[in-house]
């Protein structure tokens, strides 16, 4: 299996050291996810979150997942000041996209379309935008299957043009430090992934 971590530290190590740092939307899930992520990258990069997320729910749970994050951005000292944006509650798009595939077991099928739907989105707006390269916070989780979610960033990269950066967030301790860093800033941790099959499997 390869190591998106040594990938990503690759990539990081030939980036330029002087001048304007490139730019990257980064897909964040939630704030606890993404708070060692934003720590690990903003400073190699102007950092702008995208948080899409039509899977969470219920909605209440979508908007207290936003609101953190929004929090964390605006506590968190970081080099370079980063922006968010934020899509509307639209849990029709992913049961849409999963549709079929209800009965699947958390960490199958489903979960591999929900990556897609998400990874799609951020790759779309990141070559609409003008963006360098994106990714996402998702590998951070243990929870979560760094290869398969590397893999569709790879293919998403070759249709939109945009490169997208490999990684494995969770290694190197990368989970442990966000547990901290949620911890620091008393971030809400959600029990569960954010779906309602999720939620329904209690996991």
């Given at each position: ?31 606890p ?5 934003l ?11 995208d ?55 958390e960490?199958?099928?489903r ?91 209690d996991?």
């Amino acid at each position: 299996m390869e190591n998106y971590q040594k990938v990503m530290e690759s990539i990081l190590a030939q980036l330029p050291q002087e001048g304007d740092k490139p730019r990257l939307l980064l897909h964040s899930c939630c704030g606890p996810c993404s708070s060692y992520v934003l720590e690990c990258l903003a400073a190699h990069f102007r950092v702008t979150v995208d948080y899409y997320n039509p899977n969470i729910f219920p909605e209440e749970e979508f908007e207290k997942r936003l609101s953190e994050q929004c929090r964390l951005l605006a506590e968190m000292p970081l080099p370079t000041k980063v922006e968010l944006i934020a899509d509307p509650y639209d849990e029709a798009e992913f049961l849409d996209a999963v549709k079929g595939l209800e009965a699947e077991p958390e960490g199958g099928k489903r979960c591999a379309v929900c990556y897609r739907l998400r990874l799609e989105h951020t790759a779309k707006r990141a070559a609409a935008e003008g963006f360098d390269f994106f990714t996402t916070t998702l590998t951070v989780s243990p929870y979560k299957h760094a290869d398969v979610l590397n893999e569709i960033g790879k293919e998403l990269a070759k249709t939109v043009g945009v490169p997208y950066l490999f990684s494995d967030f969770k290694k190197k301790d990368g989970y442990k430090r966000s547990c901290t860093l949620a911890a620091e800033y008393g971030l809400y941790r959600q029990d569960y992934c954010g779906c309602r099959f999720s939620l329904r499997e209690d996991v």
